[in-house]
């Protein structure tokens, strides 16, 4: 077993590039990848639509990817499937196929997803005999054939383009009249004599013989009409995969997908999801490695708070430190701004994650007295929000400082956490009244 500050579940895009983020940032990581890295880049044959590379082939821009994030030193583990994610305590669990276990702070969860299924008789018999869910890695066994795509989305599209490069014919068999692909892919390929549209038709049955499939069933206009093809490949819709990972409920839309916050952020604390395998409107390499930035940034921020919050109240529960981090701000001051200011009304308590303070209290003649300093690890404030009184005393930051502010619910969670945790916070406040 071993204890990172972040692990990374799954080596495609969105994996590569947390891991790239995370690795260049120094951070203890670790990425699992349950094949090899890549994702669903290597399934394609042509990228056309990531800035910067005007045409890059799926394997190329994955070498690329996993390179540049091993420069930076991201260790990653291949053929390394991950089973389950568990909580324990302030550390996430994660429990690979092969037993071993380890932890972090924080996990970002790109583990994409698989095709949808037809759901027809023949399709699982076939499959890898002539039933495929991938053109670039299977077109090729088919030269010369008469195939079949079954789709209408961008994926049928790109796929059946890369098929007619072998296919004699291809049959595009779409359960609606009107295609959602891009325009400019329905013309490239719609425009090609071997390619002839099947609509609105549904597929029924797949069947063959001992060498592979032979014919496809598509019910269309209330009849059953049988096509002659030795290949059939299906892109008709996407399975989410990341939330079969959780042990525990994890928030997931209808479809399955992982529900977000802003900052790529599971119902889960510290565990953050990014790419295909969450809630959004676009699939795409942009859209993983956009997410995977976001992830990786909230991740380091949450783990270096859960880190100081846990440094200031030792005596606390990790599990409640964990929940009291989530309700955290991060706040930054410039040398001599004011964080409290005697008099004022209690709201926050605060934990010094950089730099110094200055307490000051006002004397007998209206000046201020310095009545104490502060450094990274103290905490201020909880006298305002043990009493309810006003604040007794004004903090300052001394030099630039970096504070957590804890919420008076969160501060009541960790105060009942522990009766070592609440003496402790009472013995400061006593010393400082
Ligand atoms: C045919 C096709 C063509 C496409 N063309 C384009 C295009 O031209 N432009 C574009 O921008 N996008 C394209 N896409 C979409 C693009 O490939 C995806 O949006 C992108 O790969 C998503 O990245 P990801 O990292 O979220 O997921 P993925 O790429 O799916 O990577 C997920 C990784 O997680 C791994 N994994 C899964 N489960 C586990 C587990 N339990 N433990 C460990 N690892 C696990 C998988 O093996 C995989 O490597 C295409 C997709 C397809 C299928």
Known sequence: ???????????????????????????????????????????????????????????????????????????????????????????????????????????????GGEPTKLGVPGEAEFHGRGVSYCAVCDGAFFKGADLAVIGGGDSAFQEGLFLTRFAKKLYVVHRRDEFRA?????????????????????VREIGGDASGVKWIDVQKDGSIERLPVEGVFVFVGFRPVGRYLFADHVDHDQSGYLITDQYMQTSIPGVYAAGDTRAQLAKQVTTAVGDATTAVLAAERYIEELKHAGRAFPKAPREVIARTTERMQLRTFPPGATVIREGDEPDYLYVIAHGDAVVTRRDATGGERVVNELHEGDYFGEIGLLTGEPRNATVRAKTSLEVLAMDLEAFRMLVRSSRATAEDITKVAAARR
């Open 182 to 202: 891009q325009q400019i892919l329905q013309d490239r390929l719609l425009g090609m004599d071997k390619v002839s549209t099947v609509t609105p038709a549904v």
């Open 1 to 111: 077993m071993a204890d990172f500050d972040l692990i990374i579940i799954g080596g495609g895009p969105a994996g590569l590039t947390a891991g790239l983020y995370a690795a260049r940032a120094g951070m203890s990581t670790v990425l699992f990848e349950a094949k090899d890295v890549g994702g669903e880049i290597l399934n394609t044959e042509l990228i056309e639509d990531y800035p910067g590379f005007e045409s890059v082939t799926g394997a190329e821009l994955a070498q690329k990817m996993a390179d540049h994030a091993r420069k930076f030193g991201l260790r990653i583990e291949t053929y390394a499937p991950v089973k389950q994610i568990r909580l324990d305590g302030d550390r996430r669990v994660v429990e690979l196929a092969d037993g071993t276990i380890h932890t972090a702070y924080a996990v970002i969860v790109t583990v």
